[in-house]
């Protein structure tokens, strides 16, 4: 169990900006931050971070949160787990009781993987760089390829002995049980003898954006006709190949600063760039781009360059899967190297100022490099130039028109005129491919639709209480984020704004259970404590449900930047002050329209006259008092919010 007193620690200095900011690449805009969504493709920008609230909204997908929430969704963590990723980020040390064994045998259960490879790097990496074997083959090897000491630090590089078991053994007296050590890819069981998988291999850990060890990569050392020059880990929990990129973990800052992506194809490139200056490279470890690997890239940039050391026919069966980055608005460049040439032995060749400018100078985009290799093979052959047209025709589709209208064009009439072939025409496949596109997303749209799920209706869609005729539940959540936002700031005469809507409004008055609680939770946490609960008191809240209505209520609106005093004398107590009456005019109004509804309800009930007179003199006295009321409300807000209560 980790202490109050650490969580606490931990959430005083975690801060939303810098925590997101390690997976996604944040712009600022006014006083908040935006970024394409984590969490759901997307071309344009819709997830919002408020620094200055610490939460984070989503207004394509949804999700919403704060630091917490970001990192149990996005990394697939428990809450105990996201607080240690917290406090390993920010360097804090926790206290923590000592678990049962049974806890310590659920710990295992849920973090067996990680913890696993972790102690697997450590233990690879010891093994290169303080054994005799290491150093004489291991780091033999990774001295041939250039590398030098502090890059093996960087990448976290290792070597496992020939012997066969010699981290199996290691691990097994660590107390790692053979189950989840055959679960990670590290051994396997040949007839009831148990030997490490990488035995005699270098080792590539490979991590994740924030630098968790997912797997590992493993390259061969000695000739052998019957293994594979490299393996990777099996498939698991934590490692799907078509979700990771290779050196990423080491790239992120540079991509996010360089504007650009460079993808190459294996661990030694990746590595031999980074010390070669440049950094900005990923590899995809031998697979064609998937829509997952897009998704992360394009967290940190939209410009991908992918370079490529074979020829060019022999590249063109990796081009196959770049129209979803198309698709993606992605700017992808290609570039090929010279003959013979990979990016490692060409960065170390010609070094780092080189590499640039060759890249610079040969690049090419995908439509260009697409058009240039299938009319070399196709010739004068019409059947393999039929088939060119639609392929190119198909990559040009996914250029989304509404962004690069003049892109799309330009590729249009370049590709009519290279090719000899009617431009309208051109146009009509385009657009044929643009429908067929469309169709194939309606179609899979209506295959995914499905009811909101019961704990997100918890929160958003309670139904109202029998026998009450206002249901505006948008206007109690409105009350609510006022009272939250604003509760403890001045008011009137002496009093809180907290102070002031308590005495006005009982929570009798709401329709929402959940404002009622939430109300009444507010205001007993101030008598306890004598001071109105903090933002995280509700971001933080134990329902999910309502976190996340939380982090959607707290982003209805855009904040006012603190530099507007300076710049225009605006002033944000203004700006509070309206809201607070504002949304208090509307329950005032409520109360007086309930009062004459009960009091026209109990006249019709009533069959006692000597009663009905006198409940009709108080409907006449209290109408006097309302129609000055419903005066004083209108003219200082006017007709709407009065209306908007008739109309019930």
Known sequence: MISPASIKDVMSRADIVDVVGQFVRLKKRGASYIANCPFHNEKTPSFHVSPAKGIYKCFGCGKAGDVVSFIQD???????????WLADFYKITLDETERTPEQQQQQLVEEGLRILNEYATLHFHDALLN?????TIGMSYFKQRGFRKEIIERFRLGY????????????????????????SGLIKNYNGIYRDVYRGRVIFPIQSITGRILGF???ILKNNDKAPKYINTPENELYIKSRVLYGLYQSRQAIGKLD?????????????????????????????????????IGQLTKNLTILYDGDAAGVKAALRGLDMALSQSFNVQLVLLPESEDPDSFIQKSGASVFHEYVKKHKQDIISFKLEVGMQEAGDDPVKKSKLINEIAESISHIDKTKDFVLQGHYIHKVSRLLNVDEQGLVNLVNKYIRDGIEKEHKQLRKEEVLPAPETQSANQQEP??????????????????????GHRPYKDGETVSM?????ISSDIFDQPIVRKLYDEYFEHCKHFGMTPELHFFINYPDVSIRQRMATLLHTREEISPGWKEKYGVETQVNYISDVESTLAYFELKKIILIQDNLARRLGQEKDPIKQKALIEAIIEESAKIKNDES????????VVLSSLKNQ
């Open 160 to 183: 496992d002995g020939e012997h066969g078991d010699d981290f199996y053994k290691a691990a097994t007296q660590k107390g790692y049980a053979k189950e989840i050590l055959e679960r």
């Open 632 to 639: 004083g409300i209108i003219k200082q807000h006017g007709t």
């Open 500 to 504: 002031y809507i308590e005495n006005k």
């Open 74 to 84: 996005h990394e697939k963590l428990t809450y105990p787990d996201t607080i240690r």
């Open 217 to 219: 990569g493993a390259r």
């Open 465 to 486: 209480e029998a026998g009450r005729k206002f249901t505006d539940e948008g206007q109690e959540w409105q009350l609510l984020r006022v009272l939250i936002e604003f």
């Open 260 to 296: 650009e992506c460079i993808l190459v194809e294996g661990y030694t490139d990746v590595i031999s760039l980074h010390q070669g200056g440049v950094e900005n490279v990923v590899a995809s470890s031998g697979t064609s781009l998937t829509e997952d690997q897009l998704r992360l």
């Open 131 to 135: 054994t005799e074997e290491g150093q």
